[in-house]
């Protein structure tokens, strides 16, 4: 008996009944072993969490598990009996459901019709539209999120469009839910709600599969908990059993943390300067979501502004790098007012935005690798008519090999690579035009510790380099690593600024959030 079967088998009594079980599975793609006999069981009513860093085979056992992929050899049990499934048509009539990591609506859907999208509803005339946009509504309001059903996606902000995601699957009735990062995108609120829903779904005997990079939260929810690495099972074991450090350990071989601000140099003159800077809201135009800000960051400081959901923190970003308009107020880059230059023209003189949305945002999903990173910086190389490729080769191996991107070169498609790499790739875009201040927004939504701490290691050495950092997070502990300062937003407005020693309590005071003692 293998490892992970015998551990399996000696964990069996004390958790309860496997409904779904993978054995030996394993998964190939060409020369890549995306998961090596791999042995996992999801229990009757019960969460399984399933950490790993990016590119450890947890998105690909969940595929394999809800019908997406088929194992390139090892066997599914349900209900314990063998079955194999062609299509996720055919694990959903079986009950399996999953919410995929990377948001799969069609943002020109309203709502409504997203959640009913291949399983319409029939009524005397056709599809029933009334008691579509009905149920929608009541699952809204199991959401507590107060969404019209006739809403167009595309209008949804990301946190929004991530509990549409949720309430199609729980739309299905599955009874048992793979939730691949289901928090990534929502605010504490949402979180709160989400679990609630998750304890609702246990009492009824719901299995839920849960894959997070945010650890702590994790814990919450979880009953018992898997560590996957390089494709293979590392750990099991029970929640009372395991803590931050049990699952560092097994995830990365050690415990680190997210590093420190750099130190050793002198900053440099203000780089960055935000004058007064409002931004209406979209949909309330007589309402500002950022209101009259002021802030300047230096070259070489690191400044962290930490904010809840709606805090105004992705809309002053925007405005900045040019991407949303701003009702008044000016941007000074080194001396240089340019609030009326347009998002290449920022980019030509130096400052740069990584977009909270990757998917929608910062990568073209039909180029390849080499394709997205030279994108940004393609006037170097191109003169006319004419492309330069091997500079442009350049630019892409130097990136490649500078942010330390996981992949079979730049000629591999963009889809290939885990979450983390991807974010890696549009950070190492913007890195390849040489910029001035960098502007991230939300960097490590949806990536692990691992790859966490190396974004932020390249953040510190761009800083020590003179490199002008702001980025944004709702992320508390985040604040606490590698920021020189750090800038509160609450309701548009900077509510507090504090240094590196401020406390974890001080921070969400500030921001407005509950401290729970």
């Keep these: 008996m293998s490892h992970n079967a015998s551990t399996h088998a000696a964990t069996e009594a004390a958790i309860g009944e496997a409904v779904l079980s993978a054995r030996n599975i394993a998964k190939s793609f060409g020369s890549v072993h995306a998961l090596k006999a791999v042995n996992f069981d999801v229990h009757r009513g019960q969460v399984t969490t399933l950490f790993g860093e990016n590119g450890a085979g947890k998105s690909t056992l969940m595929k394999v598990l809800s019908g997406v992929i088929q194992p390139t050899s090892g066997e599914i049990i349900l209900d314990g009996e063998p079955v194999t499934f062609s299509s996720t048509t055919q694990a959903q009539r079986r009950g399996i459901s999953i919410i995929h990591q990377e948001l799969s609506l069609a943002p020109n859907l309203n709502v409504r019709d997203n959640i009913f999208m291949g399983r319409e509803l029939g009524g005397v005339k056709g599809v029933d539209y009334a008691e579509e946009e009905r149920q929608t509504r009541l699952l809204m309001e199991e959401l507590d999120e107060p969404i019209d059903p006739l809403t167009l996606v595309e209008d949804l902000r990301l946190g929004q469009q991530q509990i549409v995601e949720i309430a199609r699957a729980l739309s299905v009735d599955s009874r048992i839910l793979i939730m691949d990062e289901p928090t990534s995108a929502l605010s504490a609120s949402e979180v709160e709600v989400l679990f609630r829903v998750i304890r609702d779904l246990k009492s009824r005997g719901v299995s839920i599969v849960y894959i997070s990079h ?27 059993d395991i803590d931050l450090e049990w699952i ?94 347009s ?13 909270e949305d ?8 039909t180029m390849s690798v080499g394709e997205n990173l030279s994108l940004a910086s393609i006037g170097a190389f191109t003169k006319g008519l004419f492309t330069s490729r091997q500079r442009e080769q350049a630019v892409v191996d130097d990136s490649i090999d500078n942010v330390h991107i996981k992949t079979d070169g730049g000629n591999a498609a963009i889809g290939s690579l885990s979450g983390g790499n991807q974010q890696k790739v549009v950070i190492g875009k913007m890195l390849a035009t040489h910029p001035r201040v960098v502007l991230l927004d ?3 939504r949806g990536i692990d510790i ?11 050495e761009g800083a020590a380099q003179g490199l002008a950092v702001i980025f944004s997070t709702s992320e508390v502990g985040e ?39």
């Design 479 to 517: 604040c606490l690593s590698i920021a020189h300062r750090i800038v509160v937003m609450s309701r548009g407005r900077i509510s507090a600024e504090f240094g590196a020693d401020v406390t974890k309590e001080e921070i969400m005071a500030a921001s407005g959030e509950a401290v729970v003692a």
């Design 248 to 341: 560092v350990r097994n995830m990365v071989g050690e415990n680190f943390d997210l590093g420190t601000p750099p130190s050793g140099y002198r900053m440099g003159e203000v780089a960055l300067s935000l004058e007064n800077v409002s931004v209406a809201d979209a949909t309330v135009p007589e309402r500002s979501v950022v209101d009259r800000l002021s802030l300047s960051v230096r070259a070489g400081e690191i400044v962290c502004i930490y904010g809840l959901m709606g805090a105004g923190r992705t809309e002053l970003l925007e405005s900045v790098a040019g991407r949303v308009a701003m009702s008044e107020g000016r941007v000074v880059l080194e001396g240089e007012e340019i609030s009326r230059l």
């Design 450 to 460: 691992g790859a966490k701490a190396e974004v932020f290691r390249l953040l510190s």
């Design 442 to 444: 939300e960097p490590s």
């Design 358 to 365: 990757r998917q929608r945002d910062g990568l073209v999903q």
């Design 214 to 240: 945010h650890l702590e939260e994790a814990l919450q929810i979880t009953d018992h908990a898997v560590v996957l690495r390089d494709g293979a099972m590392t750990a099991y074991a029970e929640r009372k």
């Design 343 to 355: 998002i290449a023209e920022r980019i030509a003189k130096g400052l740069v935005l990584v977009p």
